[in-house]
């Protein structure tokens, strides 16, 4: 079998979100290497695998991993999102496994690695959002916010009601209007137009963005010379 790392592009809406998991990836480059980092964009690397982040899109069944994979390879959905029919119609919609964000780093890389020899992976017993936390950056971390908070108010910011965040995230409506309270006690905000105008103005509208990195990829013997 092959020593190889995964070859593998992230995939989010928002930069610093892709740039966060790729950085939470890096003790890892002897088994995962992040070739490309997509935001609203397709997959144009050859890469094995694409690990799609759904922050700002808790529905990991509204995935389209037809319409991201580019180049090819297998499809990972990596949400806090761990509802059983989301992760079968994500699965439905052609993804190759589904792994929470209550996952460690290291889970994290198994994950990839399992997903790339061919294997389904589905979230485990232990999907407590709130253990995988400090998993990355996220819009609005430099200011306080907790990956919940920033990511309703993203939804916010997309124009969604309380009862509609409940519906996506599935969580309650009363848990949705606490991560609010807590969101804009830390921006400063009393009303959804303030929300909505600081969260535009510190990094929570989706970017559209390609960025490939450096292939480190040594060449082949016979490319040599």
């Known amino acids: ?7 593998i592009a992230v995939v989010n809406d928002y930069a610093i979100v ?23 964009k397709p997959v144009a690397s050859d890469v094995d695998v694409v690990l799609y982040d759904t922050f700002g899109k808790p529905q990991g069944s509204a995935c389209h991993p037809e ?15 761990t509802d059983p029919d989301q992760v079968r119609a994500a699965l439905d919609r052609g993804a190759h496994g589904y792994v929470s964000k209550a996952c460690s780093a290291e889970e994290l890389v198994e994950a990839i690695e399992r997903v790339h020899r061919g294997e389904r992976v589905t979230p485990g017993g ?21 990956a919940r908070e920033s990511e309703v108010l993203a939804l ?5 009601s309380n009862v509609e965040i409940s519906q996506r995230a599935y969580i309650g409506i009363n848990t949705v209007k606490t991560y609010i309270r807590s ?25 559209r963005v390609r960025r490939v990195l450096q292939d480190r990829t040594p060449p082949s013997a016979s490319s040599a010379g």
């Open 156 to 160: 916010i910011c997309q124009g969604l």
């Open 1 to 7: 079998m092959s020593s190889s790392p995964v070859r």
């Open 67 to 81: 319409q991201l994979m580019g180049a090819g390879g297998r499809f990972l959905v990596f949400s806090w999102n």
């Open 126 to 146: 232990d999907t407590d959002p709130e253990r995988g936390e400090m998993f990355g950056r996220w819009p609005g971390d430099e200011h306080g916010l907790s």
């Open 183 to 207: 969101a804009y006690r830390k921006i400063g905000a009393t009303t959804r137009p303030q929300a909505v105008i600081w969260g535009l103005s510190h990094g929570f509208e989706p970017d």
């Open 18 to 40: 892709v740039a966060g998991t790729a950085r939470v990836l890096e003790p890892f480059a002897g088994r995962v290497e992040v070739v490309e980092l997509d935001s609203r």
